[in-house]
């Protein structure tokens, strides 16, 4: 397999320049790779020989170890790189890092990082390919596209959809690649939270702006909840969690008053009881359990199509076949 496919090119650092082909070929080719988790066994050969480092600077427990069970299924060899107890703590630099990993003769770096612009950063200056696993509060591609996936499985489709993100936008590199996906796949975007918590400029990403959670979910086919990134915070964002609950939550008596079958999508970790109830996620509405499942296809996808395989192969990949 080529490293350097036309198709992807070399990274993956966001979805904000991707074409509605990609989107839609990456999710196509995803499809195709949910059966493996399905089998027995649950590895194919796709990339054997391939060396991937997954190097987190942020903690992580979904994207770290959804992306190890698509390495391991694709049968590539991982090493997993935390900031605390390396020598990113002793002082070394992300360059200086990479290179020395360079040396070690790896294929792919997955990284998550605190600084917007870290994972374009890093794909500037080394050979190998990047995901970006998550930077600031820039993009976080792989779940905008597992979110994606997600909705046109239970929706059937993408263009022409009503989807409202509601929650924390401001602090949110999740929000921005939904919308960025949303918008280039054809569906109608909305953002929903508190004045404090929505970015200065929201119109301009191309999004509806709407003031109350009531009025999101009449609009909306789908609700895509996120959470208060209480780490990113400092006081005064909003009064307490319980107002912000009883202004801004997630309800099944909203949902109701509403009177329509909406879909509920949450990126997870969840603050139950905060921004959405235990009975939402937990209920008939709620996908979560199911963006969960495609978060490991998806990711398949990605490292596949990025380590140059073909997206008309990919069903003959998924038998062990051609790439």
Same mark, same amino acid.
Request: with cysteine; glycine share 8%; hydrophobic share 40%.
């Given at each position: 397999?080529?490293?350097?496919?036309?198709?992807?090119?070399?990274?993956?650092?966001?979805?904000?320049? %991707? &074409?509605?082909?990609?989107?839609?070929?990456?999710?196509?080719?995803?499809?195709?790779?949910?059966?493996?988790? #399905?089998?027995?066994?649950?590895?194919?050969? *796709?990339?054997?020989?391939?060396?991937?480092? =997954?190097?987190?600077? #942020?903690?992580?427990?979904?994207?770290?170890?959804?992306?190890?069970?698509?390495?391991?299924?694709?049968?590539?060899?991982?090493?997993?790189?935390?900031?605390?107890?390396?020598?990113?703590?002793?002082?070394?630099?992300?360059?200086?890092?990479?290179?020395?990993? +360079?040396?070690?003769?790896?294929?792919?770096?997955?990284?998550?990082?605190?600084?917007? $612009?870290?994972?374009?950063?890093?794909?500037?200056?080394?050979?190998?390919?990047?995901?970006?696993? $998550?930077?600031?509060?820039?993009?976080?591609?792989?779940?905008?596209?597992?979110?994606?996936?997600?909705?046109?499985?239970?929706?059937?489709?993408?263009?022409?959809?009503?989807?409202?993100? *509601?929650?924390?936008?401001?602090?949110?590199? *999740?929000?921005?690649?939904?919308?960025?996906?949303?918008?280039?796949?054809?569906?109608?975007?909305? *953002?929903?939270?508190?004045?404090?918590?929505?970015?200065?400029?929201?119109? +301009?990403?191309?999004?509806r702006v709407f003031t109350r959670v009531?009025?999101?979910? #009449?609009?909306?086919?789908?609700? =895509?909840?996120?959470?208060?990134?209480?780490?990113?915070?400092?006081?005064?964002?909003?009064? &307490? %969690?319980?107002?912000?609950?009883?202004?801004?939550?997630?309800?099944?008596?909203? %949902?109701?008053?509403?009177?329509?079958?909406?879909?509920?999508?949450?990126?997870?970790?969840?603050?139950?009881?905060?921004?959405?109830?235990?009975?939402?996620?937990?209920?008939?509405?709620?996908?979560?359990?199911?963006?969960?499942? =495609? $978060?490991?296809?998806?990711?398949?996808?990605?490292?596949?199509?990025?380590?140059?395989?073909?997206?008309?192969?990919?069903?003959?990949?998924?038998?062990g076949g051609e790439t």
């Amino acid at each position: 397999m080529s490293p350097t496919p036309a198709f992807l090119g070399k990274d993956l650092v966001g979805l904000e320049r %991707l &074409s509605a082909d990609q989107l839609r070929t990456i999710l196509d080719t995803a499809e195709h790779f949910k059966e493996i988790s #399905e089998r027995r066994i649950k590895k194919v050969p *796709v990339l054997r020989h391939k060396t991937i480092v =997954n190097l987190f600077f #942020e903690a992580s427990t979904r994207t770290r170890i959804s992306f190890e069970f698509a390495e391991k299924r694709l049968s590539a060899d991982t090493v997993n790189i935390v900031a605390a107890g390396s020598s990113l703590q002793k002082g070394e630099t992300l360059v200086d890092t990479a290179r020395n990993l +360079e040396a070690m003769r790896i294929d792919m770096v997955v990284m998550r990082h605190g600084s917007s $612009g870290a994972a374009q950063f890093l794909a500037d200056r080394i050979p190998s390919n990047v995901i970006n696993a $998550g930077d600031g509060r820039h993009e976080h591609p792989t779940q905008g596209l597992l979110d994606l996936l997600t909705i046109r499985d239970r929706m059937g489709r993408i263009e022409g959809l009503k989807v409202c993100i *509601v929650g924390d936008i401001l602090h949110s590199r *999740v929000a921005r690649s939904n919308i960025y996906g949303l918008l280039t796949l054809g569906a109608e975007v909305a *953002v929903c939270g508190p004045p404090t918590l929505m970015p200065p400029a929201a119109t +301009e990403l191309g999004v509806r702006v709407f003031t109350r959670v009531e009025e999101a979910i #009449e609009w909306a086919d789908v609700l =895509n909840v996120l959470r208060l990134q209480l780490e990113r915070m400092e006081a005064g964002y909003v009064p &307490s %969690l319980r107002e912000y609950n009883r202004i801004w939550g997630v309800s099944t008596a909203r %949902l109701e008053a509403a009177k329509r079958d909406l879909v509920v999508l949450h990126p997870g970790p969840m603050n139950r009881g905060v921004e959405i109830d235990s009975d939402v996620a937990d209920g008939p509405h709620s996908v979560i359990l199911d963006q969960v499942t =495609n $978060g490991v296809a998806v990711r398949m996808a990605v490292l596949y199509l990025l380590a140059g395989g073909q997206p008309e192969k990919a069903e003959a990949a998924k038998q062990g076949g051609e790439t």
